[in-house]
């Protein structure tokens, strides 16, 4: 009698949780389903009288949201090849060097976690104001890369430590080079190392807000987070329909690349966290 | 693992002193090389800035062209100091980051315990924990405005049909419930994540434990205080300093639900901060703000990281 007693408290608990985590996420949905006329009413409905997708067309077309987005992925994309291509080498030497070098990374990589971004951002101004790269997607880019890389070598060196050295060992008694052993050795052990960095690169980079909102100015090099919150200004909201559809748009990417990503993420995360 | 490399290490050492000195540098150059791309972006815009970053807080540098800066010690610290409104806002962030931290662990491990148990819909909760996390803060912050808004919001309507009042509130709109509604929703986003530490945590007990604990008469509360809160330790130490400084640090959230408001009652630090630079162009004083808010966050992780890991043995 308890044990079922206890059973049904967990499964009240349970719905409790799935209703806070579910319905903004439905709501967001409602809304942007309703037409205008209906999101004038005073009685708001969960699920809309009549379904209107226009809101959808209007977001892509008229608001500029198009163009935002492939600012983002531009930006995006942009900050993931290059942190692939500069943390998959530094985290090799990193982990086959035991010298200050690696001590100095290890710090690095913790002070940037630990630091506030509007410590940083003053410096990052003015330093890109210096190299005329303000209010450039380039300039955004940069700061991005430098920005996602900690995790991202921190993530690669976590592979890195677990591939055996034995197999590279082997390699080079059967006569392999060095640069041989990277290739056809260490990198296919990799590549889920590799993938699973760049998508948390690429989604750090696309939600990113705060960097965009200081270092961008020109409302042609908005990134999608910049245009969707500019909506929201301080009149209040605006066009609500086209408003909930862009955010629902602007969440597909991230979450379809965080579906493939999460049991990776955690994994690295805990790795770091317990036996590091 | 650090054991695995550190043995690695001593083992590498000990048959060190057999290479001459030269030879182990020479070695070490193609590596070098290899970091030299990460290093170069890294000194540049992370390293750099960090250092200056510190240093401007020293100084009264001022946003625009052809501007003298010079260094000014302590000044603004001093300035700081009688500034009022830096103190609410920085008690404003204090509440901010501690109750979100706090009500964060609580709600997640809930989660994570339920979780973990064979129950049905789990697939689902999974799912839906995992949405927040891939949001953009700015979206959340949107999806948030369009729940609770007076007119267009479900919350009041929900009111009305439960006969709980008139339905007329404002939640983001009044000084009094701004930020407890902020704190909500920032608990919201930062469930997920710390729920599925908790949960991989969960996993890694060993079963066995808890089966020896139930043979020897432990009920599940003691089981839980005894074998698994123990042993889930050093990932809750790991997953609540985190959440504590991504908490201090979010910006985008709060920005986009109030800006800051109603009348400065959800003014993060953060956001203080941020118009002091960019809307006054104060970079010197803004600068000592984060100085000052870095000393607050390592205070913070010395007071209760050491413990933590401690009470790990």
Redesign the interface.
Known sequence: MRRRAGRAGKYLGLCCYLVFLGFPLLWLVSVSLKGERELASIHPRLIPRHFVWDNYRVALVDQGLARSALNSLQTALGATIIVVLIAVPAAYALTRLRSAVRTGTTVWILLSQVFPTILIIIPVFLILKDLHLLNSLGGLTLVYVVWTLPFALWMVMGYLRNLPRELEEAAAVDGAGRLRIIVSVVLPLLAPGVVAAAMFTFISAWNEFFFALVLIQDSDKRTISLTLANYVGAEGLIRLGPLAAGAVLATIPSLVFFAFLQRRLTSGLLAGAVKG | ??Q??AVR?SV??ASGPQRSPRRRLRA?G???L??L???I??L???????L???Y?GFTD?KAGYDVQTTFVGFDQFGRLLHNSLFWDSFRIGLIWTFSVTILQFFAAL??AL?LN?N????W??RT????????????V???????L?P????LN?SIRLLHLGTGTLNLLGAPGSALPTVILIGV?VG??QTT??LL??LQ?IPRNLHEAAAVDGAGVWSRFRHVTLPQLM??IA??TS?DF?WN??S??LV??LT?GGPGGSTLLP?LF??HE??GYGN?GY??A???V??IL??LV?LAYLPSRLRSRT
């Not at chain 2, 129950?119 to 789990?122: A, C, E, I, K, Q």
Request: net charge neutral.
């Open positions: 693992m650090s695995q490399t290490g590498a050492a070490a193609p590596e070098l290899l970091l791309p990460a290093a972006p890294v540049l815009l992370s390293v750099y800035p960090l200056r970053g510190v401007l540098a809930g989660l339920l148990e129950l049905r819909l789990r689902l909760a839906l924990a995992l949405i927040p996390w891939a949001m953009p803060p700015v979206i912050a949107i999806m948030w405005k369009l729940l808004d007119t267009v919001g479900s309507e919201w469930m997920p599925v530490t991989a945590g890694a050093p990932v790991a997953i985190l400084i201090f640090n910006f985008g920005y986009v800006a953060m901060a941020y630079a960019f970079f803004a600068a703000m984060a100085d808010m870095v966050v390592m992780m």
